[in-house]
């Protein structure tokens, strides 16, 4: 398959990485040369240099024999024209353009087959659904939605007093007292697809599937006290901060959004008057001090800067703060993620390239293809969501008596309107939906790629 990354920045970086691993014909513009050049160097891609939206760049780039573009500058209305401008030229062409102004969101959606969209991604709108989420239903560090929203894969760490510090799996059920499944663990950087006479330590960090309903319980049986979330302070401006404020609204939280800029202040306030908007800088002790922050149950950390949002999120952990989230743009040093307490962490750029490398995958298989990808333990695990067919193997028998490829687990079974955490008995069939948790060394594009 020919795919063209327009944009090789953030998303379109995080994309090139991943599709380049997965052995596509990638072609990807850029308006700077340095870039390119680092790209380059690091993947087998083929790169172009312009101005992406015109016609004779990407003719240059390959588009009319190509199968996929993707516009991830950032520019909307550069990525609008490209894609408006490569569907032009080639009619079977799939386009997928990043949008993030949300001054437009409505009106693309009406015209998207006018404008010859395949998919629209917005990271900001996916990091704020994200993190919406996690203060609805606090608890976890991180929570994967499946199956509609039926199925979760949640995260949450092993602390030296928890009942689950040096217990194995063969002993979870006493302990959890619900129906729970350990997909993957994470320890010492390392991912691990658990077996049942596996021991859990002090600072692992698990991977949990069930349902909703089950998940609540698990922590109230760990004895994880969670409250709902009242108070929330946002530090930083952005766009995430605009998303996220409007669904917290409706769910009637206390918003406090701290902004060092003055001018994007007054914009917040006239766009989010229910919020309380405050022109200060997150980084000045003086501004905490006169706050009190245990009278918040969460502090959301999302400036622009990484470091920023690292102090932030351990300062706050030291004066008492239950729930903390912090915003990333990189993630790739996993073993300091690991080593510190900055709660959950949220990357929407990692958000974003899921979502379009699920698109690819389904592009590429559209039988048994996975219909949902997500990223778990740093990257190192992957948990994808299939429909069964007829044409899937192995429908019908029980789990026990299946071979499957190394390190890979059906983590959930939906049948007929009814979750399955599986066991050695149970079975999958034509029409059910199952979740599959697979280490990131094991590529698992079709459903039929599961099995020895």
Same mark, same amino acid.
Request: one cysteine or more; charged letters at 25%.
């Given at each position: 398959?020919?795919?063209?990354?327009?944009?090789?920045?953030?998303?379109?970086?995080?994309?090139?990485?991943?599709?380049?691993?997965?052995?596509?014909?990638?072609?990807?513009?850029?308006?700077?040369?340095?870039?390119?050049?680092?790209?380059?160097?690091?993947?087998?891609?083929?790169?172009?240099?312009? $101005?992406?939206?015109?016609?004779?760049?990407?003719?240059?780039?390959?588009?009319?024999?190509?199968?996929?573009?993707?516009?991830? +500058?950032?520019?909307?209305?550069?990525?609008?024209?490209?894609?408006?401008?490569?569907?032009?030229?080639?009619?079977?062409?799939?386009? *997928?353009?990043?949008?993030?102004?949300?001054?437009?969101?409505?009106?693309?959606?009406?015209?998207?087959?006018?404008?010859?969209?395949?998919?629209?991604?917005?990271?900001?709108?996916?990091?704020?659904?994200?993190?919406?989420?996690?203060?609805?239903?606090?608890?976890?560090?991180?929570?994967?939605?499946?199956?509609?929203?039926?199925?979760?894969?949640?995260?949450?760490?092993?602390?030296?007093?928890?009942?689950?510090?040096?217990?194995?799996?063969?002993?979870?059920?006493?302990?959890?007292?619900?129906?729970?499944?350990?997909?993957?663990?994470?320890?010492?950087?390392?991912?691990? +697809?658990?077996?049942?006479?596996?021991?859990?330590?002090?600072?692992?960090?698990?991977?949990?599937?069930?349902?909703?309903?089950?998940?609540?319980?698990?922590?109230?049986?760990?004895?994880?006290?969670?409250?709902?979330?009242?108070?929330? *302070?946002?530090?930083?401006?952005?766009?995430?901060?605009?998303?996220?404020?409007?669904?917290?609204?409706?769910?009637?939280?206390?918003?406090?959004?701290?902004?060092?800029?003055?001018?994007?202040?007054?914009?917040?306030?006239?766009?989010?008057?229910?919020?309380?908007?405050?022109?200060?800088?997150?980084?000045?002790?003086?501004?905490?001090?006169?706050?009190?922050?245990?009278? $918040?149950?969460?502090?959301?950390?999302?400036?622009?800067?990484?470091?920023?949002?690292?102090?932030?999120?351990?300062?706050?952990?030291?004066?008492?703060?239950?729930?903390?989230?912090?915003?990333?743009?990189? +993630?790739?040093?996993?073993? *300091?993620?690991?080593?510190?307490?900055?709660?959950?962490?949220?990357?929407?750029?990692?958000?974003?390239?899921?979502?379009?490398?699920?698109?690819?995958?389904?592009?590429?298989?559209?039988?048994?293809?996975?219909?949902?990808?997500?990223?778990?333990?740093?990257?190192?695990?992957?948990?994808?969501?299939?429909?069964?067919?007829?044409?899937?193997?192995?429908?019908?028998?029980?789990?026990?008596?299946?071979?499957?490829?190394?390190?890979?687990?059906?983590?959930?079974?939906?049948?007929?309107?009814?979750?399955?955490?599986?066991?050695?008995?149970?079975?999958?069939?034509?029409?059910?939906?199952?979740?599959?948790?697979?280490?990131?060394?094991?590529?698992?594009?079709?459903? $039929?790629?599961?099995?020895?």
């Amino acid at each position: 398959m020919k795919i063209i990354i327009a944009g090789y920045g953030k998303v379109g970086s995080a994309l090139t990485r991943q599709l380049s691993a997965e052995g596509y014909d990638l072609t990807v513009i850029d308006s700077k040369q340095e870039k390119l050049e680092s790209g380059q160097g690091l993947y087998d891609i083929m790169c172009v240099h312009g $101005n992406c939206a015109t016609m004779d760049v990407l003719m240059e780039a390959g588009v009319e024999d190509a199968d996929l573009l993707i516009a991830a +500058t950032s520019m909307d209305e550069i990525n609008l024209l490209c894609c408006l401008t490569a569907h032009s030229i080639n009619k079977s062409i799939h386009t *997928i353009a990043r949008i993030r102004t949300p001054e437009y969101s409505k009106q693309i959606v009406m015209m998207r087959d006018s404008l010859g969209l395949s998919m629209l991604v917005n990271p900001e709108k996916q990091a704020a659904q994200e993190i919406d989420r996690l203060l609805k239903y606090p608890g976890f560090l991180k929570r994967e939605n499946f199956a509609h929203g039926r199925v979760e894969i949640a995260e949450l760490r092993v602390m030296p007093d928890s009942p689950l510090n040096n217990i194995s799996l063969t002993q979870l059920g006493g302990v959890a007292k619900c129906k729970i499944l350990v997909c993957s663990v994470l320890r010492n950087g390392k991912a691990i +697809t658990p077996k049942g006479e596996f021991t859990l330590k002090e600072g692992d960090r698990l991977f949990v599937t069930a349902t909703t309903n089950e998940l609540a319980l698990f922590l109230k049986n760990l004895g994880i006290v969670t409250h709902k979330v009242k108070r929330v *302070i946002i530090c930083g401006g952005g766009r995430i901060t605009y998303y996220l404020a409007q669904m917290l609204e409706k769910s009637g939280m206390k918003i406090q959004i701290v902004e060092r800029d003055a001018e994007k202040c007054i914009k917040l306030a006239e766009l989010l008057p229910y919020a309380n908007v405050i022109n200060a800088d997150a980084s000045d002790l003086i501004f905490w001090e006169g706050e009190r922050l245990t009278s $918040n149950d969460a502090v959301v950390a999302m400036t622009g800067l990484d470091e920023l949002n690292m102090v932030i999120a351990l300062f706050v952990r030291s004066c008492g703060v239950d729930q903390i989230i912090t915003k990333l743009s990189r +993630t790739e040093s996993s073993a *300091i993620l690991e080593s510190l307490s900055f709660g959950s962490v949220i990357c929407p750029k990692e958000l974003c390239s899921n979502t379009i490398v699920g698109y690819v995958r389904g592009m590429k298989n559209q039988t048994g293809s996975s219909i949902a990808v997500h990223r778990l333990a740093d990257g190192k695990s992957e948990a994808s969501e299939f429909h069964v067919s007829k044409e899937t193997l192995n429908c019908g028998i029980p789990l026990k008596k299946i071979k499957l490829k190394k390190n890979v687990l059906i983590a959930s079974i939906l049948h007929l309107s009814q979750i399955i955490i599986p066991n050695g008995d149970s079975c999958f069939y034509p029409g059910d939906t199952i979740i599959v948790v697979s280490d990131s060394d094991e590529l698992i594009t079709c459903i $039929n790629d599961i099995f020895e």
